[in-house]
């Protein structure tokens, strides 16, 4: 019987672009369903019962939750085709710690830099930049974070791209000016229609997170 994939997603989510690129990548047919995160879905509800948040990879009615363990899951399910994991154990020790170090640090002082103003957006700022210039030294001189291929380590940073221009608007700041290598990476990422179809356009983006400002009664 054929594999049923779904998706359970909400598209400004980078941690939702990660599954999209890495069954872009193994060509898997899959139902995207995008959810309201302000009413959940009974499915969401029942397939992530314990953080209720997207993304949630359904594969064959069995939930698979948390962006990075789902691009796991898939690189191993679908392992015939474009390997996404190093297969040496350190290089996939140190892909990981990277990953984990992005979701430790971005997301969070992402939303400083977006959703705040004053000291506390300054403050965010300089970490955020801190952080990405860390990012970008783990890149070193190669085209990907994956080397010579793309793979799981860029999977996990290159959603952020999509939201630079709202933090670079909202922060007044150039992300470009500070990691010109971490940029030229992400415009080669572009090129892959795995990224480019997955990833959304900066200016919706920005719209969305406008609207957030405006609804939680900033600014
Ligand atoms: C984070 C998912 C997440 O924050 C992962 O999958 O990697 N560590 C998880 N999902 C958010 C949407 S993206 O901002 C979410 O579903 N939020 C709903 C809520 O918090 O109620």
Redesign the pocket.
């Known amino acids: 019987m054929a594999d049923q994939v779904t998706l359970l997603d ?1 598209w400004p ?1 980078m ?1 939702g672009m990660r599954c999209q690129i890495a069954l872009a990548e193994k060509g898997v047919e899959y139902e995207y369903k995008d959810e309201d ?1 302000w009413n959940k879905s009974d499915l969401l509800l029942r397939m992530n019962p314990v953080h ?4 949630v990879l359904i594969h064959n009615s069995k939930p698979v939750c ?3 363990i789902i691009v796991e899951y898939i690189d191993e399910t679908w392992h015939h085709k474009a390997p996404l994991l190093p297969s040496d154990p350190y290089k996939r020790a140190r892909a990981r710690f990277w990953a984990d170090f992005v ?1 430790k640090k971005f997301y969070n002082l992402g939303r400083k830099v977006w959703m705040t103003k004053g000291e506390e957006q300054e403050a965010g700022k300089k970490e955020f930049i801190e952080s990405l210039k860390l990012v970008e030294s783990e890149l070193g001189d190669e085209p990907f974070f994956g080397g010579k291929k793309f793979g799981f380590l860029d999977i996990s940073i290159i959603g952020y791209y999509s939201w630079f221009y709202s933090y670079e608007t909202c922060g007044n700041f150039s992300i470009e000016a500070e990691c010109p290598k971490l940029v030229a990476w992400a415009k080669r990422c572009m090129e892959k229609e795995s990224v480019s179809k997955s990833l959304p356009d900066p200016q919706r983006v920005y719209g969305f997170a406008l609207e957030r400002k405006k609804a939680m009664g900033i600014e």
């Open positions: 909400f989510s941690f995160l209720k948040k997207i993304p948390e962006s990075l979701d």
